[in-house]
């Protein structure tokens, strides 16, 4: 049951809603409007024509010349198909537990047999390099290394580009989480040395959740032709065929968020990268002079996203009920914190259909919560602190 907080509010119910979470996140009226049509069917040269043009749209977000398949699913659904395609029943493999989504990466190589190997991170750090060089000499039959770019749940950012380098030397596969990373900052998939990419529809990319998107690097797709875990849904040999070749997908699609999809890519490639790139930074770096104008620390405070921003709560303030206040009375969604983060951190969102402006709406929410659990603080300091950031951004 929610709190009653109308006995002390005069706002409630709030007349209009925002949504800061770090995903799912706004939707462009665009882009609504788009997954609205008609439903049509899809095995048609209508639908393939869609199909065709999303999937070329999104290699410049992966930074990949590459194939980009569509899944019907959530991101871990194309976390899932990284797993079941590139390792073998009874392989080793190597993951960065920093977060809650690293520690995912643990649970699905342990669902499909693999025998993980766990490269532990304090909550906000970042792996270092020296790390996962250490885990691979202590591991040397591991035949990937999973990991995060931008770890959702604590908003910190992992060196992809050095871990990259590491294993391009071995033979060993780099599978990556982009879920918070691609469309919020450059990814260069061919580039670095990354074999497998993959990210969702409900972050960035400014849709609903139900897509699941991934590629492969050509040492990956050579894995996916030896004998890999068992599967049947997520087969990407078989949907590579679908996609490249037939023009359709191997199972139903998402049909009006493959639409919807191919509307967003219009917005971003119009923006252009380079700004929506900017964008982001700009939007992080308002948020961040907020929460130090307001006295308020990062959890991630030496490798901060760029796409959501954590705010460590004071002491003696419940983060749960701040969070509650902003969303159900002052009608302002951001996220609290995971496992141990709970109930002291918040989490503000600033990816995908957000703009500089709005990151003000988020922190003046913030701080109306703070001053309702008895803050002390100087009212304003924090809205006029990336009011200021704003202005020099822009």
Known sequence: MLEDFSAYNPIVPPIKKYLFAPGPTPVPPEVALEMARPIIHHRTPEFSAVLDQTRQKLRPLMGTEQEVLLLASSGTGAMEAAVANLLAPGEAAIYVDGGKFGERWGRILSAFGVTPHRVPVTWGNAVTPEQVEDALRRHPDARAVLMQASETSTAAVHPVEQIAAITRRRDVLLVVDGITSVGVFEQKMDAWGIDALVTGSQKALMLPPGLGIIALSPRAWARTRKPHLPGFYFDLNRELKAQRDDHTT???????????????????????????????????????????????????????????????????????????????????????????MKGKLVRIGHMGYVAPLDVLVAVGALELALRREGYDFHSGAGVAAAQAEIAAGA
């Open 250 to 340: 191997a199972y139903t699609p998402a049909i009006s968020l493959i639409f919807g999809l191919n509307r967003s890519l219009d917005l971003i490639h119009a923006e252009t990268l380079p700004a929506v790139f900017a964008r982001h930074r700009l939007m992080a770096r308002a948020a961040r002079a907020a929460a130090a104008a307001l006295g308020m620390n990062l959890l991630a405070a030496e490798n901060p996203a760029p796409g959501v921003t954590g705010i460590l709560v004071p002491e003696r303030i419940d983060g749960s009920r701040l969070v509650r206040y902003m969303r159900d009375v002052i009608g302002v969604t951001v996220q609290g914190g995971q496992d141990q």
